[in-house]
């Protein structure tokens, strides 16, 4: 079994800013981490693994400092790392990002065949969602996206079970190997990785590519040059206005809410019960 | 089957990493464990870095460290509640290499010093806690981290895990610090554009300013402010000792509150944006508190083994220094595969025939006395503050006449016995 999961760095969006005169994200102001929803697919490659034995790699594109995610995964439990870092790269939207990395997947697949692709549900600074398909599109394998859990791996029939969020519910699908997951945050806790984990990422020392790496690459397609996608404009969202707090004894404040919801009543769809 | 390291350092700052650094430049196979998410992530200091010892470690590190300042004036106040007697000196030389110091911002700096360590072959792991020493037949072998198979060996663990030193506790080598050997510091680092801070504190771009500031900016308490200059920000902190605090029934954040209101200190401040809180305890309880710092298998550096000089707020340099005499027995005991007490023990007698244990040892009562009396800091700089309000303020009374008043001023809130007794005192304290 040959797992290989597809991770990004991204800045922390949780604390990154955006500048008020340019309008664009202040990548300073913000750590880069591993885009939460890859460590969750990391993690369940290893819980995979740990059944069916086998390799867990990890696969990123991005500058040369984005060996720390795949460093990062190597704590939580994958076997080896590849990046893909060249200036050709650079600059490349969702369409651009997903041929690179199914390139690279090419490449993979021709040392060790792989059997299963997971990705993040999305990343946290785009919040796409768009590369995983993208990816499963150009190699010509089904993707399944929103999973929430693998079910069963059957390595001799080559097929996985999985369950899929939907909005009301979830649904079990069945799918031929090799395919593409999409994963949901809760579809495992990420442990705290032992401690020979620790060690063998702060030693291990990730698979550089440039695009010369790469075979039968059409450069038209990747980075800026690849990428159809325009920015128009990033703004923050106007802060909602605060509400309004109702003094009073408890009557004085339901005849308060009341003369509110009176007086917006147009916004409701009132029904009368006689 | 667990790992097996030449040495284990534990703690990331400034003693651990620099110790890590020279083993690892020495080929001994280093592993550095950092509780933090990144090193620097739980590292507070006022933010004053030393040259000296620095420069050492790794020559010309200002021309790629990540450093804020070069300091060119240090400014000293005596403040009271609406004046500050102030002296200080600005030298331009100090704003050309080799420099004497310089601000930084600790979550930087302490990153790009791990990184060093971690280019020199050091293997860095972060986000682990180390539990506890590892004793076999009465020698350490190595650590216990929170960890899954959390094990790990070494011939010798140089704790430079911090002020409590919850390890070197455990070992024995010192009982929980008294609230007197431990002052509690409090900072923000406050943005505020470049153009501001040049403007208010008259620099240039590359050129830093450090106030330090008695008084009324610990309401009277033993401790001391600080303002230092960053590019683009202010470190403004206040601490005092733990027993101080308690004593005057102080909260740390209330004192920072009043320093950042004060109002010479608030012009200063004025308009900036606070963008970090942090607090820290430091080791402040000097010689006599300094701990065992050699055992079978184990070597204490840096804050650990209580080595700050709070009266020249010097720490970190201390700690790198200790860092590097740590290494420098390790790397002797590798080659001699002896790592007992009494070969580690040589770093003891290095620290202690270095600077760091000879400045402590001068200013062994300092901290006690000035604890001990508190009028040096409760009555005297606001009576200093008079006499000068008094002396400069030009009302037609002939100068010898105002030398006569403010010299009775101050016998008579005292008497002439007991100022001569103070003075005395704070002479032999310091000497």
């Known amino acids: ?274 | 089957m667990p790992e097996k390291f030449d040495v284990i350092v534990v703690g990331a700052g400034p003693a651990g990493t620099s110790c890590a650094y020279t083993c690892a430049k020495n080929g001994l196979n280093v592993l550095l464990i950092e509780r933090g998410e990144y090193p620097g992530a739980k590292n507070v200091m006022g933010g004053v870095l030393y040259r000296q010892q620095m420069e050492e470690l790794i020559p010309d590190f200002w021309k790629e460290a990540p450093l804020e300042r070069p300091v060119i004036e240090q400014r000293f106040w005596m403040m009271d509640k609406e004046s500050v007697l102030s002296f200080g000196y600005k030298g331009l030389e100090w704003g050309v290499e080799p420099y004497n110091n310089f601000t930084v911002l600790r979550a930087q700096f302490d990153q790009w010093f791990a990184k060093k360590a971690v280019e020199a072959g050091a293997l860095l792991i972060t986000e682990t806690v180390v539990t506890e020493c590892i004793v076999e037949d009465g020698k350490v072998v190595g650590v216990r981290t929170d960890r899954p198979d959390g094990e790990v060996f070494a011939d010798v663990v140089v704790l430079a895990d911090g002020v409590n030193s919850l390890l070197s506790k455990q070992l024995g080598f010192h009982k929980e610090f008294r609230p007197d050997e431990v002052a509690l510091t409090v900072m923000e680092v406050v943005n505020l554009p470049k153009d501001k801070i040049n403007d208010r504190f008259n620099l240039e771009d590359n050129q830093g300013c450090t106030i330090e500031i008695f008084g009324d900016s610990t309401k009277g308490n033993l401790g001391t402010a600080f303002l230092y200059t960053n590019k683009e920000s202010l470190n403004i902190g206040v601490g005092t000792t733990l027993s101080s605090m308690i004593k005057a029934k102080m909260k740390p954040y209330e004192l920072l509150d009043y320093l950042k209101n004060h109002p010479m200190v608030k012009p200063f401040i004025a308009g900036g944006e606070s963008a970090e809180y942090l607090a820290h305890l430091i080791p402040e309880g000097g010689y006599r508190s300094v701990p065992k710092v050699a055992g079978n298998g184990v070597i204490v550096v840096g804050d650990a083994a209580q080595l700050v000089n709070a009266i020249h707020r010097e720490g970190s340099n201390m700690a790198m220094h200790s860092g590097l005499l740590a290494a420098e027995t390790v790397i002797e005991a590798h080659r001699l595969g002896n790592f007992s007490q009494s070969m580690l023990n040589n770093y003891r007698e290095a620290l202690y025939n270095s600077f760091i244990i000879k400045d402590l040892e001068k200013y062994k009562d300092a901290a006690h006395t000035f604890e001990k009396y508190p009028q040096y800091f409760k009555e005297y700089v606001p009576m200093m503050n008079q006499a000068a309000s008094k002396f400069f303020t030009v009302d037609g009374t002939p100068k010898r006449d105002k030398q006569k008043q403010i010299i009775k001023n101050m016998t008579s809130q005292r008497g002439t016995l007991r100022v001569l007794q103070d003075l005395y005192r704070a002479w032999k304290a310091v000497k």
Not at chain 1, 1 to 14: A, N, R
Not at chain 1, 15 to 24: D, V, W
Not at chain 1, 163 to 170: M, V
């Open chain 1, 1 to 274: 079994m040959h797992i290989v999961v597809c991770v990004k760095q991204v800045p922390d969006t949780k604390i990154i800013k955006i500048n008020p005169k340019t309008n664009t994200l202040d990548r300073r102001s913000a750590p880069a981490i591993l885009n939460p929803y890859d460590a969750h697919a990391v993690q369940e490659a290893v819980k995979i693994k740990e059944k069916t034995g086998g390799t867990i790699s990890v696969l990123s594109m991005g500058p040369p400092q984005a060996t720390a995610v795949i460093k990062k995964s190597v704590e939580i439990g994958a076997d080896q790392g590849y990046l893909i870092s060249d200036r050709a790269f650079a600059g490349a939207d969702t369409l651009a990002t997903s041929y690179a990395l199914s390139k690279a997947l090419e490449r993979i697949a021709k040392e060790l065949p792989i059997d299963m692709i997971i990705c993040g549900k999305h990343a946290i600074d785009g919040d796409t969602g768009q590369v995983g398909p993208g990816i499963a599109r150009r190699l010509d394998i089904p993707p399944v996206t929103n999973v929430i859990e693998v079910t069963e791996v059957n390595e001799r029939e080559k097929t996985v079970l999985i369950k899929r969020k939907l909005t009301n519910g979830y649904e079990l699908v069945q799918s031929e190997m090799p395919c593409l997951l999409t994963v949901e945050k809760e579809i495992n806790d990420i442990e705290y990785s032992p401690m020979p984990n620790m060690i063998s990422a702060a030693r291990y020392e990730p698979i550089i590519w440039a695009v010369d790496d790469l075979e039968n690459v059409d450069r038209s397609q990747l980075g800026l040059k690849g990428s159809p996608t325009v920015v128009g404009k990033m703004f923050t969202p106007p802060r909602p206005e605060g509400g309004k707090k109702l003094d009073g004894s408890a009557d004085e404040q339901v005849s308060q809410l009341m003369d509110i919801l009176m007086e917006k009543k147009d916004l409701f769809t009132l029904q009368s019960t006689k």
